[in-house]
């Protein structure tokens, strides 16, 4: 089945311990994406990657770093959590043929404290 | 601030009403989709518009792009407790990036 697999589904850790939530897709996407969501904002691009090797900032990328060594894998760091980036995250991929067509994960709610 | 407006926030209405969502912006979308979004999980793409003045039907939903190609609205005809979730518009702008709009959430009740 084409998915795009996130991991962990839920998370709570404190302030400052590093983390890495990861992120891979099975349909041998070249485009990827992070997004956070938070209510009433929608979602929001933190991070994206147009191929291996090949990133760039989103519209909200301070205190996160990304990382594209493999198509299939698109981790998402944070090197150091702070309480204001308790949110749901959201990974989505999709192909040069159809770049309009995302495919989501499920999501994963990080809470900090 | 948002680069897409949707409307309204939130909206409830009785199995069988018909409903309708609104996303409005200042800045032209090449394409503009509609995603739908239960608990627990993550959008799931339900139409891309590309033309100015389009519309697409999916059964009972009917999907309409402004002719500016600033806007687009979302109506349910006869809505179905299965309805129930988090709506989400996105504009395709400069560069393929989507930007998308707060959501609107829907719940029919039953």
């Known amino acids: 089945e084409a998915q795009v697999t996130q991991n962990p589904r839920y998370l709570i850790t404190v302030t400052g311990k590093k983390l890495t939530v990861t992120c891979s897709q099975n349909?041998?996407?070249?485009?990827m994406s992070w997004y956070r969501q938070d209510p009433g904002l929608g979602l929001r691009q933190i991070y994206y990657?147009?191929?291996?090797?090949?990133?760039d900032k989103g519209d909200v990328p301070e205190g996160y770093k990304v990382s594209r060594k493999e198509k299939r894998n698109f981790p998402l760091i944070l090197e150091s959590p702070s309480p204001n980036q308790t949110s749901l995250y959201f990974c989505?991929?999709?192909?040069?043929?159809?770049?309009?067509?995302?495919?989501f994960g499920s999501g994963t709610r990080l809470t900090v404290v | 601030t948002q680069l897409l407006e949707q409307s309204p926030q939130f909206l409830s209405i009785q199995e069988g009403e018909n409903l309708t969502v609104y996303c409005n912006s200042s800045s032209v979308f090449s394409s503009l989709q509609w995603y739908r979004q239960e608990p627990g999980e993550g959008p799931v793409l339900l139409v891309t518009?590309?033309?100015?003045?389009e519309v697409k039907k999916l059964k009972r939903l009917t999907f309409q792009f402004g002719d500016a190609r600033k806007d687009s609205s979302l109506h349910i005809t006869a809505a179905q407790t299965g309805d129930t979730g988090l709506y989400l518009c996105a504009g395709v702008g400069e560069g393929d990036k989507l930007s998308f709009g707060a959501g609107t959430t829907v719940t029919v009740r039953a």
């Open positions: 990657s147009m191929n291996v090797e090949v990133t």
């Open positions: 518009v590309v033309t100015g003045g």
């Open positions: 349909m041998n996407h070249e485009y």
């Open positions: 989505a991929s999709s192909s040069p043929r159809d770049r309009e067509c995302y495919t």
